[in-house]
């Protein structure tokens, strides 16, 4: 038996027995049910986080200044090392061997290069109950250039730069008038 269509005013509505109406909603609960059925299974599904490290890297950056003296009396050697007293009036210049590297290893293949600037900060300070207090800081650029890649994904870099306390004393001089 075939279903009948009513017809109104130019549109035909279909029209159920009850035997479809049933099976229809006999189907709408199945599809229900495996619906909750389905989540409810991905709900219990064990879920795991892999971690996996693609590539680790190591930066290091170190210095290492020494005091050119003037010639004098008093000390024996041209330099004083690092860690040693030393008096401005004798100070011809300070030397600083500056050593920055990049080295990693992993799966993924990596190039590494960057810049660099090297500078000088000169900081007034006065002592308080709690410690020091920083007053003033002014930088000045020394050098700035870049750091080349290297094999194995390093980049690294060695420079050696001098400072003439005698090129930032009329700065220091000129702040400390202003203060």
């Known amino acids: 038996m075939g279903g009948y269509m009513e017809k109104k005013a130019g549109w035909q509505r279909p029209v159920f027995d009850g035997r479809r109406k049933c099976a229809a909603a006999l189907l709408g609960v199945l599809l229900l049910l495996a619906g909750a059925l389905l989540f409810l299974s991905a709900l219990r599904r064990p879920s795991s986080l892999e971690e996996k490290t693609l590539y680790s890297y190591t930066v ?11 010639e004098n009396s008093v000390y024996p050697g041209e330099w004083l090392e690092n860690g040693e007293v030393y008096p401005a009036s004798l100070t011809d210049y300070i030397e600083f061997q500056l050593n920055a590297k990049l080295a990693g290893s992993g799966d993924a293949r990596a190039v590494s290069s960057g810049t660099y600037t090297i500078g000088v900060e000169l900081s007034g300070y006065y002592s308080t109950e709690g410690g020091k ?18 094999e194995n994904g390093a980049a690294e870099i060695q420079k050696t730069v001098q400072v003439r306390p005698a090129d930032y004393s009329e700065n220091l001089t000129g702040i400390e008038k202003e203060l």
């Open 60 to 70: 290091g950056a170190t210095g290492t200044p020494r005091v050119h003296l003037l």
């Open 133 to 150: 207090k920083t007053i003033f800081t002014r930088q000045f650029p020394l050098e700035e250039g870049e750091i080349p890649a290297g």
